[in-house]
């Protein structure tokens, strides 16, 4: 069980569970003394094993959440080996690794999935399931424009590639549209504010929530320019990783999935995984939002 603090000081006890955990570090190959990056180190589910197993690693995130619950972890549990935790974005992991020094590097993992804290936080507006939430859906909450600003600013056009592309919303032109005109009698300013917009044109609620889901997926990404720093975040790993240094990455939808499959086939690479590893039936029932998780492995020449 894991604490994590919201903006006014509260805490609150969240549940996170790593997706694919054995998995990631079996592919790894973890050596003592061998260095590893975390580039989604989250709670640090995956790095304290890496740790333990005599790893060295150097675990990046842009949640200050998340890192404070990294720190907890690695420093309470049998870690005790060589860490370090630096805030930033995986879109520049050559940069940071060359600035803490980490060059030589043995292994990459990438683990892409919204964390259960981030998901379970009723303040961050990343789930549809807090309507009283702002709607700012940011990862790193430091900077940059909220979905919000977002919804708000964007043409009906821009809001309907965004549900569309990132979202893969059938309903992409109607919700845009109908956001556009909810927003010229009020900004729409919280999760609610979307729901309420959707509730509308989708009475049905069990479809709803397939709808909803993708919806935030779509803002999720747009806010957080998550296929770009992914992209920049597979070259910068290229570049860092020693040859015969192991990629590791898990994604959780096709458009993630799409990227690293066709990144790994471009070259330069040994591919270990023809098909993705995915969670066990014991896994899947056990954690739901492991169930779309796809695990692919490849070897730098």
Do not use: C
């Amino acid at each position: 069980m894991a604490r994590v603090r919201k903006s006014d000081g509260r805490d609150m006890s969240i549940t996170h569970i790593s997706v694919l955990k054995d998995e990631a570090i079996s592919a790894l190959s973890v050596e003592a003394g061998k260095k590893y990056i975390d580039a989604t180190v989250g709670a640090g589910g995956h790095a304290a094993e890496i740790v333990k197993r005599g790893g060295l690693v150097l675990g990046i995130d842009q949640d200050d959440n998340a890192l404070h619950l990294a720190k907890e972890r690695l420093t309470k549990e049998e870690a005790t080996g060589h860490w370090q935790l630096v805030h930033g974005n995986f879109r520049n992991i050559a940069a940071i690794a060359l600035e803490q020094g980490f060059t030589g590097i043995d292994g990459i993992l990438f683990d892409l999935g919204v964390s259960s804290m981030q998901l379970d936080a009723p303040d961050r507006g990343i789930s549809y399931r807090f309507t009283d939430a702002p709607l700012d859906v940011r990862m790193d909450t430091s900077g940059g424009d909220t979905a919000a600003q977002l919804v708000n600013r964007s043409t009906e056009s821009e809001l309907y590639d965004i549900f569309s592309n990132f979202g893969e919303e059938q309903l992409a032109r109607p919700i845009a549209h109908a956001l556009v005109r909810a927003r010229s009698v009020s900004p729409i300013s919280t999760v609610g504010d979307v729901v309420k917009v959707i509730t509308d044109l989708v009475p049905n609620e069990i479809e709803r929530y397939g709808v909803l889901s993708r919806v935030f997926q779509g803002l999720r990404i747009a806010v957080n320019d998550e296929l770009g720093s992914l992209k920049e975040g597979l070259e910068g790993a290229k570049k860092v990783l020693a040859p015969g240094g192991k990629l590791v990455v898990i994604s959780f939808h096709s458009l993630e999935d799409r990227i690293v499959k066709l990144f790994m086939k471009k070259g330069g690479w040994q591919i270990l995984t023809n098909h993705p590893i995915r969670p066990t039936e014991e896994e899947a029932g056990t954690n739901k939002r492991s169930r779309s998780a796809k695990l692919r492995v490849a070897i730098k020449m």
